[in-house]
Each structure stands twice: as structure tokens, then as C-alpha cells.
């Protein structure tokens, strides 16, 4: 049984930074790709950023020169750190876990995914 589990959300000021970690256990972390995905109210879950087992990266237009994810496969460790924040960042951020392989243009897609943490919340105030 694969668990990821978030750390690192909270409140930050506009243009502030924070790290988002997602701890994995219970699987071979090293075969995954990893997703960040959020959620704001009212919204559906979007894209922000993925990492394939090699290090292949993926962002989403929002993350793009702001945010940056990386992995750790020795401590079954996926972050995203955030910088240059703003209001608009404000959701629950979800790390994903992906078994196989798919082409890039879906791994956007939260369907394949196949297993997600409980999220963590940020909150980015004007």
C-alpha cells in the first residue's frame, strides 16, 4: 500500500517562498513519476508540475520560473519549492504518485495517477 504524505504548506505574504515536501512509503518511489497537482475552491484540480524516475521535468504555465520540483530518490522524497507567490497560488496542493509510463502531454493529466496524498494547504495573502 503506497502512502505520500504533504508537509511544508501554510501562510505566506505575497512574493514569499515555501517548500512543499511529499514523503512516499510503501512502494518503489524510484519507479514513479511524481505530480504536484492543487485545488482551489471552487475549482477543479490543475497541473503545476511533475518528475519523471530520470529527472525529466514538466511544469505547468503557472509554475513556469517560479516553482521548481525535484526528488530525492533516497528518501522517497518529492518537493516543490515555490517562490515568488501570489494570491492566485492560494489552494490544497496535492502530491501524486504514477506507476508506467505515458506520454508527456498526459502527465497533466490527474488521471494518470495513481496514487495521491491527503494535501496540504497554502495560503498566499496581498
Known amino acids: 500500500q503506497v502512502q505520500l504524505v504533504e508537509s511544508g504548506g501554510g501562510l505566506v505574504q505575497v512574493g514569499g517562498s515555501l517548500r512543499l515536501s511529499c514523503a512516499a512509503s510503501?512502494?518503489?518511489?524510484?519507479?514513479?513519476?511524481m505530480g504536484w497537482f492543487r485545488q482551489a475552491p471552487g475549482k477543479e484540480r490543475e497541473f503545476v508540475a511533475a518528475?519523471?524516475?530520470?529527472?525529466?521535468?514538466n511544469y505547468a504555465e503557472c509554475a513556469l520560473g517560479r516553482f521548481t520540483i525535484a526528488r530525492d530518490n533516497a528518501k522517497n522524497t518529492v518537493f516543490l519549492q515555490m517562490n515568488s507567490l501570489k494570491p492566485e497560488d492560494t489552494a490544497v496542493y496535492y502530491c501524486?504518485?504514477?506507476?508506467?509510463?505515458?506520454?508527456?502531454?498526459?502527465?497533466?493529466?490527474?488521471?494518470?495517477?495513481?496514487?495521491w496524498g491527503q494535501g496540504t494547504q497554502v495560503t498566499v495573502s496581498s
Open positions: 510503501g512502494g518503489t518511489f524510484s519507479n514513479y513519476r
Open positions: 501524486a504518485g504514477a506507476v508506467g509510463q505515458v506520454a508527456l502531454t498526459l502527465w497533466r493529466s490527474p488521471q494518470t495517477y495513481n496514487y
Open positions: 518528475i519523471s524516475w530520470s529527472g525529466i521535468f
